[in-house]
């Protein structure tokens, strides 16, 4: 954690933000969240661009629809499944994507 906190308040520093010096000190902490995995090395980045929907800068109250890590039920790992086809549609599908014509036309021709 502490090399993302450089990286980040060496950036601050290089775009000379009034922030910069005071990051290099923040102390880090791991928020506690009802979600959170011992075992799922792999779906860091569903995670993440799940936060970036969901979080609205408040910890308390903050739900982001993801259920309780339970390997019984599997349930949580059903739903980041779901997003991370969610996620891959609206990237390949999106309109910035140079590639999404050669996208389409691979699923219309898989689709005849």
């Known amino acids: 954690m502490e090399?993302?906190?450089?990286?980040?308040a060496n950036y601050l520093c290089i775009k000379k933000h009034p922030?910069?010096?005071?990051?290099?000190s923040v102390p880090i902490v791991r928020q506690k969240m009802d979600w959170r995995?011992?075992?799922?090395?792999?779906?860091?980045?569903?995670?993440a661009i799940r936060h970036m929907e969901t979080y609205m800068g408040q910890?308390?109250?903050?739900e982001n629809g993801l259920a309780k890590e339970d390997?019984?039920?599997d349930l949580q790992q059903k739903q980041l499944n779901d997003l991370r086809m969610?996620?891959?549609?609206?990237?390949?599908?999106?309109?910035k994507n140079e590639n999404r014509r050669k996208v389409v036309k691979s699923?219309?021709?898989?689709w005849t």
């Open 3 to 8: 090399l993302q906190q450089d990286a980040f």
């Open 19 to 24: 922030m910069a010096e005071i990051m290099k």
């Open 37 to 47: 995995t011992n075992s799922n090395g792999i779906d860091y980045g569903v995670f």
């Open 59 to 62: 910890m308390a109250g903050w």
């Open 71 to 73: 390997a019984s039920n």
């Open 86 to 95: 969610k996620y891959i549609a609206k990237i390949l599908l999106h309109s």
């Open 107 to 110: 699923l219309k021709s898989s």
